[in-house]
């Protein structure tokens, strides 16, 4: 049996690891992220509570094979606060969701984050009680 020189042994490494880099895209399907712009609420939206309103974004920019199209909105308020899911379980590529607003705090320091499979944060806007 043949012993291989250690720079054989680099050599037999060294093609190995290139041609193994160069399969990779062959196995993974390409997929597309997408991070919707959200175009309402937006900075000076007063939303009341217990009212509905419309979340929507910007669906011009969606690519053909998105990751994960079924969408989630949750709320935030600034600092270390639960989020609250506002809405789930929707079409992201609708452009559109209604969503009723929560019993929370007033504050003029809320957001809306809206998933894809990305997530995009609103502006900073107002809920008022
Ligand atoms: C949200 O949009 C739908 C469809 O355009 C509309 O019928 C509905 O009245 C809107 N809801 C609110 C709260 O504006
Ligand atoms: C979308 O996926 C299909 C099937 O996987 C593929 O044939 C097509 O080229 C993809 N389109 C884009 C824009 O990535």
């Given at each position: 049996m043949k012993n291989f020189t250690f720079t054989q042994l680099v050599l037999f490494a060294l093609v190995w690891m290139f041609s193994s880099a160069n399969a990779l895209p062959t196995i993974q399907q390409p997929r597309d992220v997408f991070k919707p712009e959200v175009?309402?609420?937006?900075?000076g939206t007063v939303w009341f509570v217990g009212q509905h309103y419309n979340v929507t974004w910007d669906?011009?920019?969606?690519?053909?094979?998105?990751?994960?199209?079924i969408g989630k909105i949750l709320l935030r308020k600034a600092g270390p606060m639960t989020p609250l899911i506002l809405?789930?379980?929707?079409?992201?590529?609708?452009g559109k969701t209604e969503v009723l607003v929560p019993l929370v705090l007033d504050s003029d320091d809320y957001q809306v984050n809206l998933f894809g499979d990305s997530g995009d944060f609103s502006d900073f806007f107002t809920i008022q009680g």
């Open positions: 175009f309402s609420p937006h900075a669906t011009s920019k969606a690519p053909v094979n998105i990751t994960n199209k809405a789930d379980g929707f079409s992201i590529l609708l």
